[in-house]
């Protein structure tokens, strides 16, 4: 079955420390995003990728970064610059940024 | 620039009874609207979209959602609630840019379903 994973399902980061959140889609789309979900909130853009080789600042770049080298792989690397990364992440992908966007299962990061 | 409120942040319903989720937006242009849901600890699955078609649309597990422009309102809804409707909903719009289409998500509006 075509689908997004997103790994692990839970990440914990030390203090000063960087981590990164996996995410591989086997749906050959074009495009794929990053988002931050916090409790009772929507979500928040961070990062995203209309093609590989290439990505964008979000809403709340800062303290992420992330790179685009395969087309089916998004990698989002929290970076000990993110002060409060304790939050669901979540990784989405489309045919191309017109169409609706398909969900992992997200990865939930929280500070030791 | 382009913004989503979701009128309820909890919804309270009986199994068997209507479910009604209010969303209100704003947008300069003519925007496309999703509806999707939420599961603990899943990611999000679309359960609607509006493009621009037909003002009432039918998205999975029996849930419609009706686009009035004179409103700015997206409601969903669902006739008859089951247990497995109790979730989180999100409202989003979605506008065409510069750099290809950006979402905008409501707050969120998380459903309990009393047996």
């Known amino acids: 079955d075509g689908g997004i994973t997103q790994s692990p399902k839970y990440l914990f980061r030390k203090e000063g420390q960087n981590v990164t959140l996996s995410c591989e889609q086997n749906?050959?789309?074009?495009?794929m995003y990053w988002y931050r979900q916090d409790p009772g909130q929507g979500l928040r853009l961070i990062y995203y990728?209309?093609?590989?080789?290439?990505?964008q600042k979000g809403d709340i770049a800062e303290g992420y970064s992330v790179s685009r080298e395969k087309k089916e792989s998004f990698p989002l690397t929290v970076t000990s610059a993110q002060k409060n990364p304790t939050a669901f992440y979540l990784c989405?992908?489309?045919?191309?940024?017109?169409?609706?966007?398909?969900f992992g299962d997200g990865t939930r990061l929280s500070i030791l | 620039a382009q913004s989503v409120t979701q009128l309820d942040s909890h919804v309270s319903v009986s199994e068997g009874t209507p479910v009604l989720l209010r969303c209100n937006y704003s947008?300069?242009?003519?925007?496309?609207l999703f509806w999707y849901v939420q599961h603990p600890n899943k990611g999000l699955q679309l359960l609607l979209k509006?493009?621009?078609?037909?003002?009432l649309v039918k998205g999975i597990n029996g849930f419609e959602a009706e686009f009035k422009k004179s409103e700015t309102s997206f409601h969903l809804t669902k006739p008859s609630a089951h247990m497995s409707d109790a979730a989180e909903y999100f409202c989003?719009?979605?506008?065409?840019?510069?750099?290809?289409?950006?979402?905008?998500f409501g707050g969120g509006t998380r459903v309990l379903v009393k047996p």
């Open positions: 989405a992908s489309s045919v191309d940024p017109n169409q609706p966007q398909h």
């Open positions: 749906l050959n789309h074009d495009a």
């Open positions: 990728s209309q093609i590989v080789n290439d990505f």
């Open positions: 947008s300069s242009y003519s925007p496309s």
């Open positions: 509006y493009t621009s078609a037909a003002t």
């Open positions: 989003v719009v979605s506008e065409l840019g510069a750099a290809g289409n950006k979402l905008t």
